[in-house]
């Protein structure tokens, strides 16, 4: 079993980085020159990651109207799509890279969040 070391706190500093990235990774590596929903996969999600975040019950959310738990959920989700993207929509080259690798690591930080009660019992 693997530590579960990602707080609420990390979590916050890790998702305008991650969405900002997101929107401009597309543009820096090129995505759509094989197939165009390597781009806007990308892009879209980065922009509603933007909106998730600063609606986001959390300290660095600007408006916090939705649970943290929903957002963790919308994180899992995202690293499921991303994860099989590549294999779905038949990606290739840096686009097939970008999605498995990025997806892979999304779930990985969701799986390796620490839950906030447990550290109350700890």
Same mark, same amino acid.
């Given at each position: 079993m693997l530590p579960r070391f990602i707080t609420k706190s990390i979590h916050?500093? *890790?998702?305008?980085p991650v969405a900002l990235g997101l929107?401009?990774?597309?543009?820096?590596?090129g995505l759509g020159e094989i197939n165009i929903l390597a781009f806007w996969l990308s892009v879209v999600t980065g922009g509603a990651a933007l909106l998730l975040t600063v609606l986001t019950?959390?300290? *660095?959310?600007l408006i916090r109207v939705l649970p943290y738990s929903l957002h963790l959920a919308v994180d899992g989700a995202v690293g499921v799509v991303f994860a099989a993207a590549p294999f779905a929509l038949g990606f290739v080259g840096i686009e097939f890279w970008y999605y498995l690798v990025l997806g892979l690591t999304v779930l990985l930080v969701v799986g390796l969040h620490k839950p906030e009660d447990s550290s109350a019992m700890a």
């Open positions: 916050a500093y *890790l998702d305008y929107l401009a990774m597309p543009f820096l590596f019950d959390h300290h *660095l959310g």
